[in-house]
């Protein structure tokens, strides 16, 4: 409990008017203090409970600064005792709503953390998988080696296709994942591959792969104290976006000086972040600007967009209008809805080659028993080892627990040992055997490890049971960990990567108007280029440390290649000179994904390499299905 001699006056006023709420009555003061003793509150606690319970009345005041009168502190103090009371009372079970569709949502089940039981598999007898022996590590899941040089095999049947996240629940098919029919159908296609090539016969590199993140100094290395931000510094972070991209918009648009969203007069043009409603979302009837807190001390105004031709727009989205304000609202006639990042050159050699494999989990298809490596994933083997890429990049959730019906499976502690297993079969059949790199993205959607977004890289001691078989030539720099997300450099080609579902996200979100004719799905990552970073919607969807955000998640040069995988449908578009490849996921329900071959051939002749920042007319892209 607070003792009311701890909290002085101006401790009190200086938070509030940290988020621009003024204390400037002294009854309003004393009576402030009396709820600190009553509740049990500091005044940064106090603040923290005041913007969770009295949102409507922040969202309405359309002022710049507000003054905290009786009325909303008596307001405050029945909302926080009522909160109280409900938490204290017995809650009957009801039945957990539907999740909405589109939408992904990673649990990790308490019992798989809490348990530290290991299960007693073939206790004893060490394992062989992809030729390597395992003498250290404890017990295999898997019993006896899977023989990768089998034929791939055919069979009938086409699979159903689930989206994870529907909220439906998938139908058992009756045919299994082995002998479907539709393996390495294309779904989707850009360009194509030179004459007299296929894709199991192309090129290898003609020099060292080398990757690399494309600026250190932004690209997330070790764990960091996740969820510790004030207030403050989500406001600065916020706020710092709004500048940064504002800037950028006004000389790639040449628009005037931004006035305030409440400015009244003639055209103009102002600038800002949009606010939601209560549920996170936007209505086009009601849509909220809140200014820099730089230039125009953060005040919000209301935007009318009916005379606006077109637009697509979703929360915490930065944009800058043309209009007039009047006594209503600022009258909008354009709005810009961002600018790609600068382009940077491709150092890729004009006579280099370059082909990469991507595919993204979970791997595991629902209700596959948990003996064997999971069958998607061993289809990928085989596939790798038929084509020889360059690289491989692989995307988590590695497992996805909405897709195993073992209990027993997420109940007892060797959750982490099986995705140990599946780890040593990728590096040693890719690295080990096919001489590939392989770089692994982790996923907040994953059971191992963090699951805070950024997500820092997994180290090889996550990976593998016994980090010292792995530390040899043959493996040096060919297994490469990296952040979520992440802007890597390839050769002198900058890949950008992400495993969130930011497309399934923004589509919930999105409110559009006169965009017929504009394909949906590409327009969704066209915001991650336009906004300048990895994931510009807030609040976010996932768990989420903004201030990190702000630092990891930037877009700072116009990525090559884009990928962002999705549980929608597969594309792949060239957007804003950037290669933006959605290659699904390689897991839906009971039956199989897709995934993505990329190949770069050789440069034209008469091309200028110092003019060429873009692989339009030199990529070809395939989606296929596993």
């Not at 200086?14 to 009396?34: H, P, Q, R, Y």
């Not at 098919?173 to 360009?191: C, D, I, K, M, W």
Request: proline share 8%; net charge negative; charged share 20%.
């Amino acid at each position: 409990m607070v003792k009311v001699t701890e909290i002085s006056d101006d401790d009190l006023r200086e938070e509030f008017l940290g988020m621009n709420m003024k204390i400037d009555s002294e009854t309003v003061l004393d009576a402030m203090k009396v709820l600190c003793i009553k509740l049990g509150l500091d005044p940064e606690a106090l603040l923290e409970e005041w913007l969770a319970l009295m949102v409507k009345d922040i969202a309405k005041s359309k002022t710049q600064e507000r003054i905290i009168t009786e009325e909303q502190v008596k307001a405050f103090q029945l909302a926080f005792e009522s909160r109280k009371k409900a938490e204290e009372t017995p809650q009957h079970s009801t039945p957990l709503s539907k999740t909405p569709a589109g939408r992904t949502q990673y649990r990790t089940p308490s019992s798989a953390l809490r348990s530290s039981t290991k299960p007693a598999l073939n206790a004893g007898t060490p394992s062989t998988f992809g030729g390597r022996q395992q003498q250290e590590g404890g017990p295999s899941l898997w019993s006896g080696r899977i023989d990768f040089d089998d034929g791939i095999g055919a069979g009938g049947g086409n699979q159903q296709q689930h989206l994870r996240s529907s909220g439906k629940k998938p139908e058992r098919s009756s045919v299994p994942f082995s002998a479907r029919q539709n393996r390495l159908e294309v779904t989707a296609t850009l360009g194509k591959l030179p004459e007299g090539l296929t894709w199991t016969q192309l090129p290898t590199a003609s020099r060292q792969l080398k990757v690399c993140p494309k600026d250190p100094s932004s690209c997330l290395s070790q764990p960091y104290p996740a969820m510790f931000v004030k207030f403050q510094e989500v406001a600065l972070a916020l706020n710092n976006n709004i500048d940064d991209l504002g800037a950028e918009m006004t000389i790639a648009h040449s628009l005037p000086d931004y006035s305030a969203p409440t400015s009244i007069g003639d055209a103009t043009a102002t600038l800002g972040r949009l606010l939601p409603d209560l549920d996170g979302t936007l209505n086009p009837r009601n849509l909220w600007l809140q200014s820099s807190s730089t230039f125009h001390n953060g005040v919000k105004g209301p935007l009318d967009v009916e005379l606006t031709p077109k637009f697509s727009l979703f929360p915490g989205q930065v944009i800058a209008c043309a209009g007039h304000g009047n006594a209503r609202a600022f009258a909008v006639n354009d709005i810009f809805q961002g600018v790609p990042p600068p382009a940077v050159k491709i150092n890729l050699s004009q006579t280099d080659t370059l082909h990469i494999v991507v595919a993204c989990g979970p791997f595991n298809i629902m209700g596959e028993p948990h003996d064997a490596p999971p069958e998607p994933l061993q289809e990928l083997v085989r596939y790798v080892k038929e084509s020889k890429p360059d690289l491989v990049i692989l995307l988590g959730p590695f497992i996805d627990p909405k897709l195993t019906q073992d209990e027993a499976f997420l109940a007892q502690d060797y959750v982490e040992h099986y995705f140990r297993l599946m780890m040593e079969l990728v590096i040693d059949e890719f690295v080990g055997k096919l001489r590939s790199h392989v770089v692994l993205v982790p996923s907040a959607g994953q059971l191992v490890g963090t699951p805070i977004y950024p997500i820092p890289p997994y180290t090889l001691d996550d990976c593998v049971r016994n980090p010292g078989l792995y530390n040899g030539p043959d493996y040096d720099g060919r297994i490469i960990f990296v952040p979520e997300p992440a802007l890597l450099n390839v050769n002198g080609l900058v890949i950008g990567l992400t495993s969130t579902d930011i497309i399934s996200h923004l589509c919930q979100k999105e409110v559009a108007k006169g965009m017929q004719g504009d394909e949906r799905l590409p327009r969704m990552a066209g915001h991650l280029l336009q906004q300048q970073s990895f994931y510009p919607l807030y609040p976010t969807e996932v768990a989420a440390d903004i201030a990190a955000l702000n630092v990891y998640a930037k877009i700072r040069v116009r990525p090559h290649i884009l990928i962002t995988p999705s549980d929608m449908k597969g594309f792949v578009k060239i957007l804003h000179g950037t290669v933006c490849i959605n290659p699904e996921r390689m897991a839906k329900g009971f039956s199989g994904g897709s995934f993505a071959r990329i190949f770069i051939p050789p440069g034209k002749e008469d091309a200028d390499p110092a003019a060429v920042t873009s692989l339009e007319g030199r990529v070809a892209v395939e989606i296929l299905r596993i």
